[in-house]
């Protein structure tokens, strides 16, 4: 099983509609992120958690919303989803390694199309 | 606000041949530098991590090098073969040990 696993993998949706997407992992790590991707302008953070009681906005979290239900698992949501808000979502994890680098691991992707 | 470029955005090349992949960034303030793969259906693997008190990194064929005064970190491959065909990203951590990611290079490498 993969150490993050994103679902669903694939979504079809028309405006409007309330969308989530879910993150579980097995990686232990404390840490949590949402991030979107679009042709051509790469990786760009929606939220971050640091733990289960901590939530903060990344630099495109206009639209979003996300829950952190346990250490586990990050859940994000589209409470009224928009044509522009179709694009590849990953969810990562991290943990502090000993060097202090804070190195990912990310999910396989959810792809969201929004009609 | 930092920004990251990576250019090409594509490259194309023979089986075997050596190349590199070029990453700038605007914000010299770095805390490392990250180099990731990313596979279609499969999301990013980390690749190559350069702390910023470093100038270099190697696993295997790869070799990432980074110099902050001039913004700009490279990855080579070595004798590259067809299965390094994927996208390349680089990404720049700053203090808050958030990532800023490049928009990537989508690498070919014909057999």
């Known amino acids: 099983d993969a150490d993050v696993t994103q679902t669903p993998r694939n979504r079809i949706t028309k405006t409007g509609k309330r969308i989530m997407l879910e993150c579980s992992q097995t990686?232990?790590?404390?840490?949590m992120y949402w991030y979107r991707q679009d042709p051509g302008l790469g990786l760009r953070l929606i939220y971050y958690?640091?733990?289960?009681?901590?939530?903060n906005k990344g630099e495109i979290s206009d639209g979003y919303s996300v829950s952190r239900q346990a250490q586990a698992k990050f859940s994000l949501s589209l409470e009224s989803a928009i044509p522009n808000q179709t694009a590849l979502y990953f969810c990562a994890t991290s943990d502090f390694s000993d060097s202090g680098a804070n190195v990912l691991t990310f999910g396989a992707g959810s792809r969201l199309t929004v009609l | 606000k930092q920004e990251v470029t990576q250019i090409p955005a594509a490259l194309s090349v023979p089986e075997g041949e050596n190349l590199v992949l070029n990453c700038s960034f605007t914000?010299?303030?770095?805390?490392?530098l990250q180099w990731f793969r990313q596979d279609p259906g499969k999301g990013l693997t980390s690749l190559l991590l350069i702390q910023s008190s470093q100038r270099e990194q190697t696993s295997g064929r790869l070799n990432a090098s980074l110099d902050k005064s001039s913004g700009r970190s490279t990855l080579y491959i070595a004798a590259s073969q067809p299965g390094d065909s994927a996208t390349y990203l680089c990404a720049a951590s700053g203090s808050a040990r958030q990532l800023t990611f490049g928009s990537g290079t989508q690498l070919t490498v014909l057999p």
């Open positions: 914000d010299s303030a770095i805390y490392n």
């Open positions: 990686k232990g790590h404390d840490r």
């Open positions: 958690s640091f733990d289960v009681k901590d939530i």
